[in-house]
């Protein structure tokens, strides 16, 4: 299946600092979606975003839709020790109904 | 309230036998998505319900993986003589509105 390519692949940063991450795709979506998964677990998620342009934040967390539909953001401010995890970006396709993953981003935060 | 719920979260099984995994997902939501997790990668699509119907099953690796949801609740993804390769983590997730929501998952170890 499609995954969608999503940078960078792994992070290592001082608690503190600010991170972006981004994922783009060769195909246009109508939904993004950011997650975290740790651990055993299962993804958690962030931010929807449905609107191209769109700019959204949950907390520290921000995302962007990209203009061309075909890409995505993710920043965190202010990083701490438990933002470490994975995470993932999602589109939703146009039929609507298949949802296809980024490759991740490992994300360390040191103390 | 109840999130998605997934059980076994653990399951091992040995190579040729037959196994059954359970979903529940949040009441009231009308789609409900299997994935399949590989160590290291994003969850990749396997199929799609709309209430009981299976909308989309491209993802199914092989015809050993069936799924169903007969009522449109809750959901199994069987998959018959397991071969060492299907050993991953096997995803559920239902929908809202664009917003997917994922269980804790199921690990699948097949010996």
């Known amino acids: 299946g499609q995954q969608l390519n999503q940078s960078p692949q792994s992070m290592f940063i001082q608690e503190g600092e600010d991170v972006s991450m981004n994922c783009t795709s060769s195909?246009?979506?109508?939904?993004w979606l950011w997650y975290k998964q740790e651990p055993g677990e299962g993804p958690v998620l962030l931010i929807a975003?449905?609107?191209?342009?769109e700019l959204t934040s949950n907390g520290r967390l921000t995302a962007q839709f990209g203009i061309t539909r075909k890409d995505s953001f993710l920043n965190i401010s202010a990083s701490i020790p438990s933002d470490v995890g994975i995470y993932f970006c999602?589109?939703?396709?146009?039929?609507?109904?298949?949802?296809?993953f980024g490759t991740g981003t490992s994300l360390t935060v040191i103390p | 309230g109840a999130g998605v719920s997934q059980s076994p979260r653990y399951k091992v099984a040995k190579r040729g036998q037959d196994v059954a995994l359970r979903c529940d997902p949040i009441?009231?939501?009308?789609?409900l998505f299997w994935y399949q997790q590989a160590l290291g990668q994003g969850p990749e699509f396997l199929t799609y319900?709309?209430?009981?119907?299976?909308?989309?099953k491209s993802g199914l690796p092989s015809d050993r993986f069936f799924a169903e949801r007969p009522e449109g609740s809750v959901s199994t993804l069987k998959i018959q003589r397991t071969q060492q390769e299907d050993s991953a983590v096997y995803l559920c997730a239902s929908c809202t509105t664009g917003e997917q929501y994922f269980g804790p998952g199921t690990r699948l170890t097949v010996t």
């Open positions: 009441s009231g939501h009308v789609s």
């Open positions: 319900f709309q209430n009981e119907a299976q909308l989309d």
């Open positions: 195909s246009i979506f109508n939904t």
């Open positions: 999602a589109g939703l396709s146009n039929t609507g109904n298949q949802f296809y």
């Open positions: 975003l449905y609107k191209a342009g």
